[in-house]
């Protein structure tokens, strides 16, 4: 299937695109990476009549300090990341993150905030970034606002994005050198999307501990406090009777590794 026709610009700031989606209204789409977009138009499960491409806005592919911790635009790519090539202020754990999406191919053109605003329960970044704290930063006709990532998700494919507004980047908070962190991913080969996600931070320098629990049937579920094995449970038990007792076991032993390779829990 091919899809529906559609008008195409390709704006050079992030103004322009924000007056062309205003314009637009609901009938127009952001196009980031077009990994996820791409198969939808074809599906035709989106039918725009204005694509905004917004890869050559260059605050968009910015990479700036802020605070202690530091703004990636929504255009930079998994590979980006995944290969260093913005500054490590979490230790690691991005790049180690991106390097677990997909393959190469789709991580060359994917975007962070292509990731982040399709709102796959099972992607990564959406867990990822909802256990180390960052705020989606979301640029709109009436300025700027800020939500935390943890709650950039409505529910699954529905985020807190409105009508003409754009995801200019991500927040990243500075982890401490002593903090310890755990990110696993069960799927049935290396680099498909998730089954379940576990992701585990605890930072005593910065008085942060966080569970995270992804790729359930909604947003990732964030317990805030040390890792204890009996919140994971409370926690799952409110996915209530969407989820199978398989499922449930899945995700406890997801988020029971994570804590083991964060150091947190023994084996
Ligand atoms: C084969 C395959 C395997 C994959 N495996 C994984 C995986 O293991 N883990 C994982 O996390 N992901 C995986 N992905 C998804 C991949 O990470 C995509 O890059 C991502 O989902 C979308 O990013 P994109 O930049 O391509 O966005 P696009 O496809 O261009 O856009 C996706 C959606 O987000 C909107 N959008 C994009 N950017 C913005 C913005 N800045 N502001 C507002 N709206 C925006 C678009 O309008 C569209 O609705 C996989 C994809 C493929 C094709």
């Known amino acids: 299937m091919k899809p529906v026709d559609f008008d195409y610009e390709c ?30 138009l074809n599906l035709r499960l989106a039918q725009p009549a204005l694509l905004v491409d917004i890869t050559a806005i260059p605050e968009l592919k910015a ?10 635009g929504a255009c930079v790519t998994h590979a980006a990341i995944e290969d260093g090539a913005i500054a490590d202020v979490t230790n690691g ?8 999406i997909a393959y190469r191919a789709v991580r060359n053109r994917g975007t962070i905030g292509g990731s982040l605003a399709h709102a796959d329960p099972a992607a990564d ?9 960052a705020e989606a930063v979301i640029a709109g006709a009436a300025g700027e606002r800020r939500v935390s990532v943890g709650e950039f998700m409505d529910g699954a494919f529905e985020t807190v994005l409105g009508v003409g507004e754009i995801l200019r980047g991500v927040v990243v ?44 049937n909604a947003r990732p579920i964030v317990i805030d406090g040390p890792y204890e094995d009996d919140a994971v449970r409370t926690s799952i038990d409110t996915l209530g ?22 150091g947190v829990r023994a084996a």
């Not at 970044?125 to 704290?133: D, E, Q, R």
């Open 11 to 40: 704006p050079g700031d992030l103004d322009s695109a924000l007056a062309l989606m205003s314009d637009a209204g609901p009938s127009g789409r952001v196009l980031a990476g077009g990994q996820s977009l791409g198969p939808m």
């Open 63 to 72: 990479v700036e300090p802020e605070g202690d911790g530091l703004l990636i």
């Open 93 to 100: 754990t991005l790049a180690s993150v991106a390097g677990g």
């Open 125 to 133: 970044w959406i867990s990822c970034l909802s256990t180390l704290g």
């Open 173 to 216: 908070p500075k982890l401490s050198s002593t903090a310890r962190w755990g990110y696993y991913k069960f799927c049935r080969k290396a680099g498909d999307f998730a089954e379940a996600i576990g992701a585990v931070l605890h930072d005593p320098e910065r008085n942060v501990a966080r569970t995270v629990l992804g790729a359930t």
């Open 241 to 262: 009777s969407d989820i199978d007792s398989y499922d449930r076991q899945v995700h406890f032993v997801t988020a029971k590794r994570a804590a083991m390779i964060a």
